[in-house]
């Protein structure tokens, strides 16, 4: 006697559903055959990069290779040329910043972007009421205000500045306005977090100092950077990305980056277990 198949809808959906919890999340961040041109100049010629959920990416590169100009690209403040920016699997290219933000990424504002005038509560309730959208409703802001100045304390409390609770920002060390910086930036809980040179212009203890707390608030959250020093690069990525000439010429982690013949090529010689070093 043969044996026929019964189509069970129940069995079915208990199949799918497998399926869908056993299928692999997406990329937090990925771009695919990014590109962008300045005039007839390909700046950005085809970048790849698929970044996990999680992950905490250095970017480096020499200088022009395009580093910035993947951030602006990731970030909406530039339009690409060809190519793909996936934001958790959907694509984000040509969006405007706002609108990526909104999505969950964040890039770090830069100190101008801090109000000066304002206490350390006072910016860090902006960039959380900014981020709730009080902009668009009066009675959606008053309903927010109270969540919005509990985050607020509790920003401050992870970036070590509830101390200077009241001080206005342009009393602040630049190391403070910094941490400030990065407060604003993780504020509104975007998953996907973008540094630009985080440490720059830091004393060693602060520089120090600085990648634990980087360490702390981005916990479980992903995070780019884009970084010059390589005691920072070591010190905080679990993966380098190495953009030469506007490609990613390497991903890997970083002992795998430092041993990568083509990248040190890349960096003329020197490799980047001597720049670790301090040997420029
Ligand atoms: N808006 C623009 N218009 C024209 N050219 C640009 C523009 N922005 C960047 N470029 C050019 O693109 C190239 C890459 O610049 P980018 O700033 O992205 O490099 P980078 O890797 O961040 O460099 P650095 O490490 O020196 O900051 C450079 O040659 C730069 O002159």
């Not at 044996?3 to 299928?23: E, F, G, K």
């Not at 250095?58 to 530039?78: D, E, V």
């Amino acid at each position: 006697m043969s044996s026929v198949a019964i189509h069970n809808p129940a069995d079915h959906a208990a199949r799918s559903a497998r399926a869908a919890s056993s299928a692999k999340p997406p990329y937090a961040l990925e771009l695919r055959d990014l590109r962008k041109k300045f005039g007839k100049t390909e700046i950005i010629r085809g970048a790849q990069l698929a970044v996990e959920p999680g992950e905490r990416v250095a970017i480096i590169g020499p200088n022009g290779a395009g580093k910035s100009t993947l951030f602006n690209l990731i970030s909406g403040r530039f339009e690409p040329s060809g190519g793909q920016v996936l934001l958790h699997g959907q694509r984000i290219d040509g969006k405007k910043p706002f609108e990526i933000n909104r999505m969950g990424l964040s890039r770090s504002f830069q100190i101008t972007n801090i109000f000066p005038k304002l206490s350390v509560f006072e910016n860090l309730r902006c960039g959380v009421l900014w981020s709730l959208g009080y902009r668009y409703s009066f009675w959606r802001f008053l309903s927010n205000l109270h969540d919005a100045n509990a985050r607020a304390e509790e920003l401050m409390e992870m970036i070590g500045l509830h101390r200077k609770r009241d001080t206005l920002a342009v009393n602040l060390t630049y190391a403070e306005q910094r941490a400030l910086e990065i407060g604003i930036t993780i504020g509104g809980g975007a998953s996907v977090i973008l540094l630009d040179e985080p440490t720059a212009g830091m004393s060693n203890s602060e520089t120090a100092h600085f990648i634990q707390l980087i360490k702390k608030v981005t916990e479980g959250k992903t995070l780019l950077t884009v970084e010059h020093d390589m005691g920072v690069v070591f010190g905080l990525a679990d993966k380098i990305a190495v953009v030469v000439y506007g490609e990613v010429i390497a991903f890997d982690t970083p002992e795998a980056v430092r041993a990568n013949a083509r990248v040190q090529e890349a960096y003329l010689g020197s490799s980047v277990a001597d720049q670790q070093a301090g040997v420029h």
